[in-house]
C-alpha cells in the first residue's frame, strides 16, 4: 500500500508481504515469503498464522518504500525537548529538523512513512478480521488471533489519531468504488474505537505466552496500552467517552492498571539500565515490546522494512569507527544538556545517555552535536547484528510498555496506593521520596522514559502553553556542543496543538474530502 488513497482503489487485488517480525525460535519466526493474492490465500489455519505474522510485521515498520525512514521513538524524541535533529550536516537532517523546529511542510517525507505505515497495518488487521471466520481453524485459535489483531489495529489508530487528530476511521476494507471516498472522522470516534479494540482484545488474550512465542500480545498489553490511549485522551480533549461495555473514565482505567499490579506478575528490574540490554529483553518489567533481531540478516538498501533490526538504534548511535564498543551510529537525535543536567545525579543517568567522554575509537561529530548520546537504542556492540549489513542489523526490542509507567499511571489516576507506586520508581534509581503532585509525577516521568519516545506526548496532554514553556529552546548550550547558537534554537507554535500535518499527498488524492490540520 502506498497510501491511503491507492491502498483503497487497488483493494481486491492488494498484496500482502508477509515478512518475519523476531528472530530465533520465537513465535514471529518466519522466513519471509514471496507476495500472494489475498483473495487465494486465507483458507486454512496455517494461512491464517501467516497473515498473523504479517500485522504483527508492521508493528515493526520504520519506514516505507520510497518515502523516509521513520522509526517512531527517533521521531518523537526530536519532536521533544530530549534531543534535536542530528544527522553527518544540516542537508542529511534536513527533515528531521522541520520537525525539531516545528516547521514542518505538508510534504515532509517523515510524517507521511508513519502515515502509510499505520494505515497498511490497518488494512491486514481489517482484512485478517473478515476473513478469519471462513477460515478452516479452531475456535481457539480465532479467538485469540482475533484478539491479537484488534490489539494491534488499536495500536496503529493510537500512533495516528496522537500525531494526525483528524483521520479516517476504517475498520473495514473497501469493497468497490462507491467506498473510495472516505472523510475524516472526529477524534473522539476514533479513541472510542481504540478503547473498544483493546477491550475486546483483553477479554480474550492470555495471560502469559510460553518462551517460544515471546513477542505475542498479553491482556496485560492490551490493559496498559488502554490506560496509555486514555491518559493522553484526558489530557487533550478531557471528555468522557463510552463503549459497548460502558463509561471508559478514571475508576475503569485505574481498575485495568490495578488488576495489572496486582495480577500481572511484574516487577521493576533492580537495574535501570537492564531494562535496555539484551538479558532485559521480554524480563518481569516488560509489558509490551517489539521484537527486533538479525534473522534473517538483511541488504536490501532499497526495501529496509524487509529486515528486522531497529532502525531507531542505527540513527541515534554515535559516529563512531575503530572501536570495540561502538560501530558507525549515524548521530540523528543527539541528546540535549537540558535533559543531561535533569539526570545528574540520577541513578538513571546511565542507562540514559552515553557522552563523548565515554566513547573509544575515532569520533566523527556531527550537526547539531551536543556530545550527548541514547544511551536506550544505540550502536553498541551489544546489539551488533551476527550477519548482513550492520545498519539494518541491530537487534535490540523496542519497549512500548513498561511496569514502571503502570505504576505511574495508576499513581497520576489517585489510586489509594499513589504514592507507594510513586516511591518505587524513584527507589530503584536511588532518589528519595517526595510528595506526589502534578509537577512531580510528570517530572518523575520525564526521568523514567526519556528516550523512549513518551516525552513529547505527556508534553502536550499538558496543555499548550506548557507544551511551550517546555519545547521552546532559546539560549541553552551545554559545555560539548559545537556550531552557531542558532542552530540549537526552536519555538514551538502552540497554533499546532501539537499535530502534525495531514500528508499533502493525501490530501491531494481524497479530491479535497481531506482537511488539512490548523496551523499548516
Same mark, same amino acid.
Given at each position: 500500500?502506498?497510501?491511503?488513497?491507492?491502498?483503497?482503489?487497488?483493494?481486491?487485488?492488494?498484496?500482502?508481504?508477509?515478512?518475519?517480525?523476531?528472530?530465533?525460535?520465537?513465535?514471529?519466526?518466519?522466513?519471509?515469503?514471496?507476495?500472494?493474492?489475498?483473495?487465494?490465500?486465507?483458507?486454512?489455519? &496455517?494461512?491464517?498464522?501467516?497473515?498473523?505474522?504479517?500485522?504483527?510485521?508492521?508493528?515493526?515498520?520504520?519506514? %516505507?518504500?520510497?518515502?523516509?525512514?521513520?522509526?517512531?521513538?527517533?521521531?518523537?524524541?526530536?519532536?521533544?525537548? #530530549?534531543?534535536?535533529?542530528?544527522?553527518?550536516?544540516?542537508? +542529511?537532517?534536513?527533515?528531521?529538523?522541520?520537525?525539531?523546529?516545528?516547521?514542518?511542510?505538508?510534504?515532509?517525507?517523515?510524517?507521511?512513512?508513519?502515515?502509510? !505505515?499505520?494505515?497498511?497495518?490497518?488494512?491486514?488487521?481489517?482484512?485478517?478480521?473478515?476473513?478469519?471466520? *471462513?477460515?478452516?481453524?479452531?475456535?481457539?485459535?480465532?479467538?485469540?488471533?482475533?484478539?491479537?489483531? &484488534?490489539?494491534?489495529?488499536?495500536?496503529?489508530?493510537?500512533?495516528?489519531?496522537?500525531?494526525?487528530?483528524?483521520?479516517?476511521?476504517?475498520?473495514?476494507?473497501?469493497?468497490?468504488?462507491?467506498?473510495?471516498?472516505?472523510?475524516?472522522? +472526529?477524534?473522539? =470516534?476514533?479513541?472510542?474505537?481504540?478503547?473498544?479494540?483493546?477491550?475486546?482484545?483483553?477479554?480474550?488474550?492470555?495471560? %502469559?505466552?510460553?518462551?517460544? =512465542?515471546?513477542?505475542?500480545? /498479553?491482556?496485560?498489553?492490551?490493559?496498559?496500552?488502554?490506560?496509555?490511549?486514555?491518559?493522553?485522551?484526558?489530557?487533550?480533549?478531557?471528555?468522557?467517552?463510552?463503549?459497548?461495555?460502558?463509561?471508559? #473514565?478514571? /475508576?475503569?482505567?485505574?481498575?485495568?492498571?490495578?488488576?495489572?499490579?496486582?495480577?500481572?506478575?511484574?516487577?521493576?528490574?533492580?537495574?535501570?539500565?537492564?531494562?535496555?540490554?539484551?538479558?532485559?529483553?521480554?524480563?518481569?518489567?516488560?509489558?509490551? =515490546?517489539?521484537?527486533?533481531? +538479525?534473522?534473517?540478516?538483511?541488504?536490501?538498501?532499497?526495501?529496509?522494512?524487509?529486515?528486522?533490526?531497529?532502525?531507531?538504534?542505527?540513527?541515534?548511535?554515535?559516529?563512531?569507527?575503530?572501536?570495540?564498543?561502538?560501530?558507525?551510529?549515524?548521530?540523528?537525535?543527539?541528546?540535549?544538556?537540558?535533559?543531561?543536567?535533569?539526570?545528574?545525579?540520577?541513578?538513571?543517568?546511565?542507562?540514559?545517555?552515553?557522552?563523548?567522554?565515554?566513547? *573509544?575509537?575515532?569520533?566523527?561529530?556531527?550537526?547539531?552535536?551536543?556530545?550527548?548520546?541514547?544511551? !536506550?537504542?544505540?550502536?553498541?556492540?551489544?546489539?551488533?547484528?551476527?550477519?548482513?549489513?550492520?545498519?539494518?542489523?541491530?537487534?535490540?526490542?523496542?519497549?512500548?510498555?513498561?511496569?514502571?509507567?503502570?505504576?505511574?499511571?495508576?499513581?497520576?489516576?489517585? %489510586?489509594?496506593?499513589?504514592?507507594?507506586?510513586?516511591?518505587?520508581?524513584?527507589?530503584?534509581?536511588?532518589?528519595?521520596?517526595?510528595?506526589?503532585?502534578?509537577?512531580?509525577?510528570?517530572?518523575?516521568?520525564?526521568?523514567?522514559?526519556?528516550?523512549?519516545?513518551?516525552?513529547?506526548?505527556?508534553?502536550?496532554?499538558?496543555?499548550?502553553?506548557?507544551?511551550?514553556?517546555?519545547?521552546?529552546?532559546?539560549?541553552?548550550?551545554?559545555?560539548?556542543? =559545537?556550531?552557531?547558537?542558532?542552530?540549537?534554537?526552536?519555538?514551538?507554535?502552540?497554533? &499546532?496543538?501539537?499535530?502534525?500535518?495531514?500528508?499533502?499527498?493525501?490530501?491531494?488524492?481524497?479530491?479535497?474530502?481531506?482537511?488539512?490540520?490548523?496551523?499548516?
Amino acid at each position: 500500500m502506498m497510501n491511503l488513497n491507492l491502498y483503497i482503489k487497488v483493494i481486491v487485488t492488494v498484496v500482502v508481504c508477509l515478512l518475519a517480525t523476531s528472530c530465533g525460535d520465537d513465535f514471529l519466526d518466519r522466513q519471509p515469503r514471496d507476495r500472494i493474492v489475498s483473495s487465494n490465500f486465507y483458507k486454512t489455519e &496455517k494461512d491464517a498464522q501467516q497473515a498473523l505474522v504479517a500485522v504483527y510485521d508492521a508493528l515493526q515498520y520504520q519506514s %516505507s518504500p520510497g518515502v523516509s525512514w521513520a522509526p517512531m521513538c527517533t521521531v518523537l524524541d526530536i519532536l521533544s525537548d #530530549d534531543a534535536l535533529a542530528g544527522g553527518s550536516d544540516a542537508n +542529511d537532517g534536513m527533515q528531521q529538523q522541520e520537525l525539531n523546529t516545528y516547521n514542518c511542510p505538508t510534504t515532509n517525507p517523515i510524517v507521511h512513512s508513519i502515515w502509510l !505505515k499505520n494505515y497498511t497495518g490497518i488494512y491486514r488487521a481489517n482484512l485478517f478480521l473478515e476473513v478469519i471466520g *471462513d477460515i478452516e481453524a479452531s475456535e481457539e485459535f480465532k479467538k485469540r488471533t482475533i484478539a491479537e489483531v &484488534k490489539f494491534m489495529r488499536a495500536y496503529f489508530y493510537l500512533e495516528l489519531v496522537r500525531c494526525f487528530e483528524n483521520i479516517p476511521l476504517l475498520t473495514a476494507t473497501i469493497s468497490g468504488p462507491s467506498e473510495y471516498s472516505q472523510t475524516q472522522n +472526529d477524534p473522539n =470516534e476514533v479513541y472510542a474505537q481504540i478503547f473498544q479494540d483493546l477491550q475486546d482484545a483483553a477479554a480474550d488474550l492470555p495471560t %502469559s505466552v510460553p518462551s517460544n =512465542e515471546l513477542g505475542r500480545i /498479553t491482556k496485560w498489553a492490551a490493559q496498559g496500552l488502554l490506560a496509555r490511549a486514555y491518559v493522553f485522551h484526558k489530557g487533550v480533549y478531557g471528555t468522557q467517552l463510552s463503549t459497548s461495555q460502558g463509561q471508559v #473514565d478514571d /475508576t475503569y482505567v485505574l481498575a485495568q492498571l490495578e488488576d495489572i499490579i496486582q495480577n500481572g506478575g511484574f516487577m521493576l528490574l533492580e537495574d535501570f539500565s537492564q531494562n535496555f540490554r539484551l538479558a532485559g529483553e521480554f524480563g518481569t518489567e516488560s509489558i509490551f =515490546e517489539i521484537s527486533h533481531g +538479525d534473522s534473517p540478516a538483511w541488504w536490501d538498501w532499497g526495501y529496509l522494512r524487509g529486515g528486522e533490526g531497529n532502525l531507531a538504534a542505527q540513527m541515534q548511535g554515535p559516529r563512531v569507527t575503530g572501536s570495540e564498543n561502538w560501530d558507525r551510529g549515524w548521530s540523528f537525535a543527539p541528546v540535549t544538556e537540558q535533559l543531561y543536567q535533569l539526570l545528574d545525579g540520577d541513578g538513571r543517568l546511565d542507562g540514559t545517555i552515553v557522552t563523548e567522554n565515554q566513547l *573509544d575509537g575515532n569520533l566523527v561529530k556531527g550537526y547539531q552535536h551536543t556530545g550527548y548520546y541514547s544511551r !536506550k537504542y544505540t550502536s553498541d556492540a551489544e546489539h551488533w547484528g551476527s550477519d548482513g549489513q550492520f545498519e539494518h542489523n541491530r537487534t535490540c526490542n523496542y519497549r512500548i510498555l513498561r511496569y514502571s509507567d503502570i505504576l505511574l499511571m495508576a499513581a497520576e489516576l489517585g %489510586s489509594s496506593n499513589g504514592q507507594q507506586y510513586f516511591d518505587m520508581v524513584r527507589a530503584r534509581a536511588g532518589m528519595p521520596s517526595i510528595p506526589l503532585n502534578e509537577d512531580n509525577l510528570f517530572e518523575e516521568r520525564h526521568r523514567e522514559f526519556a528516550l523512549e519516545g513518551i516525552r513529547y506526548f505527556d508534553v502536550v496532554r499538558r496543555g499548550e502553553s506548557y507544551a511551550n514553556s517546555e519545547l521552546t529552546s532559546n539560549n541553552e548550550r551545554g559545555q560539548f556542543y =559545537e556550531g552557531d547558537q542558532q542552530i540549537f534554537e526552536h519555538t514551538y507554535d502552540p497554533s &499546532k496543538r501539537g499535530f502534525l500535518p495531514i500528508p499533502q499527498t493525501e490530501i491531494d488524492l481524497s479530491n479535497g474530502v481531506f482537511l488539512q490540520n490548523v496551523g499548516y
